[in-house]
């Protein structure tokens, strides 16, 4: 794409196809542009999908192209509300996460997710029974998903977590399809916690 900032010709590799506030993919319109540097500009679009406007980051090429580096703002996925209720503190943990794994912080991201995981679960196992928190705090990752398993029959759950225990998601060293094992894993109970308690 070839756009005018000041009167300066730019040629614009990539135009961002996910939308940092929304999440959703589309085909956002540009706006206007401001030269940084010599070797930056930023670009607003407007999301066609939430109506908002968001910023590409874009870094100057050898050839003379510019590239997408990244957007702003950087906001947090939904995650509904039923969850929030149960445990605000996995939703905190998980957001801070995605935006770590956003910004290619795969350990810190993977870390992060993992210990929100343990909090959702046993969010929703005191939820379920108060009067056990003394023992239930302590539960590791493991005994926890256990736990779960035991209080909603999920059969993906089972087959995922044994996913997880193969490659290693158990360890501390996360690689990028760890991290997208553990978000999927996430989903699932996050979605079986919902089904259960609405
Ligand atoms: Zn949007």
């Known amino acids: 794409m070839q756009i005018e900032i000041d009167n300066i010709s730019f040629d614009i590799q990539q135009i961002p196809r996910k939308c940092p506030i929304c999440h959703y993919e589309s085909e956002p319109i540009y706006k206007s542009g401001t030269i940084i540097n010599y070797h930056k500009i930023d670009i607003a679009f407007h999301c066609t999908n939430c109506h908002h406007m968001f910023i590409g980051k874009y870094k100057k090429l050898q050839t003379n192209k510019y590239t997408l580096?990244?957007?702003?703002?950087?906001?947090?996925?939904?995650?509904?509300?039923?969850?929030?209720?149960?445990?605000?503190?996995?939703?905190?943990?998980?957001?801070?996460?995605?935006?770590?794994?956003?910004?290619?912080?795969?350990?810190?991201?993977?870390?992060?997710?993992?210990?929100?995981?343990?909090?959702?679960l046993k969010d929703f196992l005191l939820h379920l029974n108060q009067n056990d928190a003394d023992v239930i705090n302590k539960y590791t990752l493991e005994e926890s998903m256990e736990n779960f398993n035991k209080k909603i029959n999920v059969i993906e759950i089972s087959n995922i977590n044994d996913?997880?225990?193969?490659?290693?998601?158990?360890?501390?060293?996360?690689?990028?399809?760890?991290?997208?094992?553990?978000?999927?894993?996430?989903?699932?109970?996050?979605?079986?916690?919902?089904?259960?308690?609405l």
Do not use: H
Not at 83 to 93: A, E, M, Q, R, Y
Not at 174 to 186: C, G, T
């Open 69 to 120: 580096v990244d957007t702003w703002p950087k906001t947090l996925r939904n995650i509904n509300f039923e969850i929030k209720d149960i445990s605000p503190n996995f939703v905190k943990l998980y957001e801070e996460s995605i935006c770590a794994y956003d910004s290619e912080l795969i350990q810190l991201a993977g870390i992060g997710l993992k210990k929100s995981l343990e909090i959702l």
């Open 163 to 197: 996913c997880m225990k193969k490659s290693e998601c158990y360890n501390t060293k996360f690689e990028q399809s760890d991290i997208v094992r553990i978000k999927a894993l996430i989903n699932t109970i996050s979605n079986a916690i919902r089904s259960q308690i």
